[in-house]
């Protein structure tokens, strides 16, 4: 959900409209569930309040639902998949037509906490790839989220995950 919300933030900050909010009862309010946010980005006003059928873009924090989902129901023939996994597309048993991005080039960094930063690895290779967000829009999205040396060291992710896949758009 953490995504999703950064990805809003990001939308209004580059002076674009933007939603997220989770789906519930998809199983993700139990403990190991796997939980499914949405986020619309628009240059207009959003209206529309209910779940994202036909999605443009999909992200997958954990490439263990891939078992337990798919993730690529409804989503639009040249849509994107980015999946936070280092192996490759062709092994993931997806679709041969579905334009896939895995991060088969990068560990994904850990921050001074310890811990994998998913949320903003992938939310700067996703402005990177599909330049729906520009990457001062979400660093400003990321530090109001995190102020302090925790949004600082998100910030560095966000930046060297963009820079790893600037250029690899559609």
Not at 10 to 20: F, P, S, V
Not at 62 to 68: A, F, K, M, Q, R
Request: hydrophobic content about 40%; some cysteine.
């Amino acid at each position: 959900m953490v995504l999703a919300q950064l990805m809003a933030i990001a939308a209004l900050e580059d002076g674009r409209y933007g939603q997220a909010f989770p789906f519930l009862g998809g199983g993700g309010e139990r403990r190991g569930k796997a939980i499914v946010a949405y986020c619309r980005l628009d240059d207009r006003p959003i209206r529309l309040r209910s779940r994202v059928d036909h999605p443009d873009y999909v992200i997958v924090q954990d490439p263990t639902i891939l078992g337990e989902l798919d993730v690529t129901k409804g989503l639009k023939p040249q849509g994107l998949i980015l999946i936070n996994t280092t192996k490759e597309p062709s092994e993931l048993g997806l679709p041969s037509w579905m334009r896939v991005h895995t991060f088969h080039k990068m560990q994904q960094p850990k921050a001074s906490l310890g811990r994998p930063l998913s949320n903003t690895f992938l939310l700067g290779a996703f402005s990177a790839i599909t330049g729906e967000l520009s990457l001062q829009a979400v660093t400003k999205a990321v530090s109001k989220r995190f102020p302090g040396q925790v949004g600082e060291e998100n910030s560095r992710i966000v930046e060297q995950s963009f820079k790893e896949f600037e250029g690899e758009g559609s």
